[in-house]
T-cell receptor, first 113, second 114 residues
Framework: QQQVKQSPQSLIVQKGGISIINCAYENTAFDYFPWYQQFPGKGPALLIA?????SEKKEGRFTISFNKSAKQFSLHIMDSQPGDSATYFCAASRTGTASKLTFGTGTRLQVTL | SAVISQKPSRDICQRGTSLTIQCQVDSQVTMMFWYRQQPGQSLTLIAT?????????ESGFVIDKFPISRPNLTFSTLTVSNMSPEDSSIYLCSVAPGLHNEQFFGPGTRLTVL
């Protein structure tokens, strides 16, 4: 099974700080890399996604950095807020595989006051 | 995006029984999927629900245990059959409306098997 490795497993950041979550993939055929945010008792919500033709994508306080040669991508949350406290999942898929997503193991983020 | 609802939102069931989970989407979508999320874990794809044909199951999941129906482009059901406590999980449906591989998830069904 194609894997997506995610780290760290958990993360504590102070309010206003930068949260960084990293993922690495194996399958070079992957060409779509989304991040999902999940609050307790809710389904995952699509947060931001990137394709390998760009090295960075920013939406508000959320930025994805993508390194194709290293097969790594990361999520940066700038000015982290207590409301960002959630579990974050990276994922990957390949065009032509019916959008099947392979998920990372998840990172539980806690933003403290 | 798409608005997805699931029924029931949660249930507590006895060992050996079956539960059918419904997933309704507010628009027609080609691709619909069912995932399992065990407590504190990541998401694992169970199967792709194909409209008008049998579902396509991932390794480790079989039709006898997780029968799926997809009668039209807005609705699907997943049945968890002959349940055991190991089936206690959150079951999520998702859809890919066809735009850039984006996939959207329902709120999930939290199943507890006693």
């Amino acid at each position: 099974q194609q894997q997506v490795k995610q780290s760290p497993q958990s993360l504590i950041v102070q309010k206003g700080g930068i949260s960084i979550i990293n993922c690495a993939y194996e399958n070079t055929a992957f060409d779509y890399f989304p991040w999902y945010q999940q609050f307790p008792g809710k389904g995952p919500a699509l947060l931001i996604a990137i394709r390998p033709d760009v090295s960075e994508k920013k939406e508000g306080r959320f930025t994805i950095s993508f390194n194709k040669s290293a097969k790594q991508f990361s999520l940066h949350i700038m000015d982290s807020q207590p409301g960002d406290s959630a579990t974050y999942f990276c994922a990957a898929s390949r065009t032509g595989t019916a959008s099947k997503l392979t998920f990372g193991t998840g990172t539980r983020l806690q933003v403290t006051l | 995006s798409a608005v997805i609802s699931q029924k029931p939102s949660r249930d507590i069931c006895q060992r050996g029984t079956s539960l059918t989970i419904q997933c309704q989407v507010d628009s027609q979508v080609t691709m619909m999927f069912w995932y399992r999320q065990q407590p504190g874990q990541s998401l694992t794809l169970i199967a792709t629900a194909n409209q008008g044909s049998e579902a396509t199951y991932e390794s480790g999941f079989v039709i006898d245990k997780f029968p799926i129906s997809r009668p039209n482009l807005t609705f699907s059901t997943l049945t968890v059959s002959n349940m055991s406590p190991e089936d206690s999980s959150i079951y999520l449906c998702s859809v890919a409306p066809g735009l850039h591989n984006e996939q959207f998830f329902g709120p999930g069904t939290r199943l507890t098997v006693l």
